[in-house]
């Protein structure tokens, strides 16, 4: 296994990247009270088969009181494991739970924007109507913010935890009109089902039903088989609130202030036309995965230079999850701090936001919150009727009755089974062919027992020094200089005349995201950051192993040829090229970082 290998920085080369003199300027283109919830109407007792009797109703929260985040209520079934949050992917095969998904998903839109239970509510707590939410207000300013912060991950946990806890309600309710012969279970699917993820590190493209389908069949409450208008697609505001130019999301559209998703630009910007898709996700969220060892450099993409430390030459969960929401939206919702939550695929991405850090801390059980963000209050959360979630009480998922189905057959194992178990798992999910060869070349084939036949090949299993070497361009950028969201474009090799030819390029490397409040003046947190660096990584290794002539990773070979070779280029959310002289502040460099395995962790 790669075991959160240490990092040995032996070489570091800036080569020059304030002002890229190569850079080719271009056109634009493309109040409640603090009560416990309470039943919302009188509620129906249904037997539900080996679960005893549950008051179906009681699952909806109420608006009339204080909405506690207390999770998917549990059943009467405590003992056993909480039901899993499933792929998308898998959600869809489950034809009982994805009928019910899609119609609660459908329920909540529905509901009026009055209600702080409907989707508008829920999704405006990430930023705009920038109103206080539940009771609770932002203790200055108007914003919940916690973006590039220690508490980054924690805070998105009870969120993504009270949009499951409604959805999960509206599909119990759904359940208990079907008038089929096996409603029961109708109600188990309902009571099993989970706020499903989009991994994105395994799958860049979302499946039809995510981005595509204008339609999708399901069984009805009736029995029938019968279309309904796919609400993964898109949230319609009813009414438009004044801060949104649109009547509804979008996804990259084209041009940019196109009031419609182009599907053909989404694909293309998750993915690429051309022969070498970048290796960003997957690449990334290994390495954040085994190669961060610490909360501060895992958990939010600010620059930690001049901090004590430098990060471990790769991306933070922040950075990535940042990167996601710039690409999938374009000059959407997605790509903007304040509407991003109206998009329904925002939701699907912050799932596996908080399944990738389930799967980190499981890797690196001594690691969390430091003080005193620890015991700092995730408002508007409330945890019970008097106080709100902190940090310390959100490292494991079990209380809030859900967990992951790489967790399925771990709860209540020891922290040393667990870290085992997953680091099978994500060896299996993500791990690159040569890392994990060379790791069990220096490890022992024991770590790798559940490692598919075929991975280790003859000429990987003997690793040479040169190959674990990890050329990586770094990026530190202003945060705010642009007023809007962005993207550093790293290429080796000429870039194409066109922008809209960048990402399908045979050059293009890969790319570093910022993802901006554009809005920085109504957010305490924000302000604090006006001058704050952010810090993204590209891995380079493996582009040159792959698409280069290169005949060894050796710095005497590999400087010059990046010297000559490497390129970058800045794009905006609305498809404006900037040019290098309105750049305030950017650096990117090239780092050489041996690996080193320790087997006796």
């Known amino acids: 296994?790669?075991?959160?290998?240490?990092?040995?920085?032996?070489?570091?080369?800036?080569?020059?990247?304030?002002?890229?003199?190569?850079?080719?300027?271009?056109?634009?283109?493309?109040?409640?009270?603090?009560?416990?919830?309470?039943?919302?109407?009188?509620?129906?007792?249904?037997?539900?088969?080996?679960?005893?009797?549950?008051?179906?109703?009681?699952?909806?929260?109420?608006?009339?009181?204080?909405?506690?985040?207390?999770?998917?209520?549990?059943?009467?079934?405590?003992?056993?494991?909480?039901?899993?949050?499933?792929?998308?992917?898998?959600?869809?095969?489950?034809?009982?739970?994805?009928?019910?998904?899609?119609?609660?998903?459908?329920?909540?839109?529905?509901?009026?924007?009055?209600?702080?239970?409907?989707?508008?509510?829920?999704?405006g707590i990430h930023g705009l109507p920038a109103t206080a939410w539940n009771g609770a207000k932002p203790p200055s300013g108007r914003w919940y913010c916690h973006h590039g912060v220690l508490t980054f991950p924690t805070w998105h946990r009870p969120y993504t935890a009270l949009y499951e806890q409604v959805l999960q309600g509206h599909a119990v309710r759904i359940a208990d009109t079907y008038t089929t012969p096996d409603k029961q279970e109708w109600l188990q699917a309902a009571i099993d089902l989970r706020a499903p993820y989009w991994d994105w590190a395994s799958e860049a493209v979302p499946p039809p039903e995510v981005i595509e389908l204008q339609q999708l069949n399901i069984i009805l409450p009736d029995g029938t088989e019968g279309p309904i208008d796919n609400p993964l697609l898109t949230y319609r505001f009813n009414p438009r609130p004044s801060f949104s130019s649109r009547a509804k999301t979008v996804r990259c559209p084209v041009p940019s202030s196109s009031t419609e998703t182009n599907l053909r630009a989404l694909i293309d910007s998750l993915q690429g036309r051309g022969p070498r898709p970048p290796l960003d996700w997957r690449t990334s969220t290994y390495d954040m995965l085994t190669r961060t060892t610490t909360w501060a450099t895992m958990s939010n993409g600010i620059s930690k230079h001049g901090q004590g430390g430098e990060r471990d030459a790769v991306n933070s969960l922040e950075t990535i999850h940042g990167d996601v929401h710039v690409i999938v939206g374009g000059n959407g919702q997605m790509s903007q701090v304040p509407v991003a939550a109206f998009d329904p695929i925002f939701w699907l991405h912050h799932v596996n936001v908080d399944r990738v850090l389930a799967l980190w801390e499981a890797l690196h059980p001594g690691e969390w919150v430091p003080a005193p963000q620890l015991t700092q209050d995730l408002l508007p959360f409330w945890a019970d009727s008097t106080s709100f979630w902190r940090s310390e009480a959100t490292r494991s998922t079990e209380p809030l009755n859900y967990i992951y189905p790489e967790f399925i057959g771990l709860v209540g194992s020891s922290p040393e089974d667990r870290k085992n178990a997953i680091t099978v798992r994500v060896n299996q999910l993500y791990g690159d062919e040569d890392d994990i060869a060379a790791a069990a070349a220096l490890m022992g084939a024991s770590s790798f027992a559940a490692i598919p036949q075929g991975v280790l090949s003859?000429?990987?299993?003997?690793?040479?020094?040169?190959?674990?070497?990890?050329?990586?361009?770094?990026?530190?950028?202003?945060?705010?200089?642009?007023?809007?969201?962005?993207?550093?474009?790293?290429?080796?090799?000429?870039?194409?005349?066109?922008?809209?030819?960048?990402?399908?390029?045979?050059?293009?490397?890969?790319?570093?995201?910022?993802?901006?409040?554009?809005?920085?003046?109504?957010?305490?947190?924000?302000?604090?950051?006006?001058?704050?660096?952010?810090?993204?990584?590209?891995?380079?290794?493996?582009?040159?192993?792959?698409?280069?002539?290169?005949?060894?990773?050796?710095?005497?070979?590999?400087?010059?040829?990046?010297?000559?070779?490497?390129?970058?280029?800045?794009?905006?959310?609305?498809?404006?090229?900037?040019?290098?002289?309105?750049?305030?502040?950017?650096?990117?460099?090239?780092?050489?970082?041996?690996?080193?395995?320790?087997?006796?962790?």
Not at 69 to 78: A, E, K, L, N, Q
Not at 465 to 477: F, G, I, P, Q
Not at 527 to 545: N, W
Not at 577 to 589: H, Y
């Open 1 to 123: 296994m790669l075991r959160c290998p240490s990092l040995l920085l032996s070489r570091f080369l800036t080569i020059g990247f304030h002002r890229d003199r190569r850079f080719k300027e271009a056109d634009a283109s493309c109040v409640l009270t603090g009560k416990a919830p309470v039943v919302l109407n009188k509620p129906t007792n249904l037997s539900i088969s080996g679960k005893g009797t549950t008051n179906i109703i009681d699952l909806i929260p109420t608006m009339s009181h204080t909405v506690s985040v207390t999770g998917v209520p549990r059943d009467g079934s405590s003992l056993l494991p909480p039901p899993p949050r499933l792929d998308i992917r898998d959600l869809i095969k489950n034809t009982k739970q994805f009928a019910l998904y899609v119609q609660a998903l459908t329920a909540m839109m529905q509901t009026s924007q009055d209600d702080i239970l409907s989707w508008f509510a829920i999704s």
């Open 458 to 601: 003859q000429k990987s299993a003997q690793p040479s020094l040169e190959d674990r070497l990890d050329w990586t361009a770094r990026v530190r950028s202003k945060l705010h200089q642009f007023g809007k969201s962005y993207t550093v474009l790293i290429f080796v090799g000429q870039p194409p005349a066109e922008e809209h030819d960048w990402r399908t390029s045979p050059h293009f490397a890969g790319s570093f995201a910022a993802f901006v409040n554009a809005s920085p003046e109504e957010c305490e947190n924000c302000q604090d950051q006006a001058d704050a660096v952010v810090e993204g990584f590209v891995s380079l290794r493996k582009f040159l192993q792959r698409y280069t002539q290169l005949e060894t990773l050796e710095p005497e070979v590999v400087i010059p040829f990046l010297k000559d070779q490497i390129h970058w280029r800045i794009q905006l959310i609305d498809g404006t090229v900037v040019p290098a002289r309105d750049v305030e502040e950017l650096e990117v460099a090239v780092m050489s970082v041996p690996l080193s395995f320790s087997p006796e962790d």
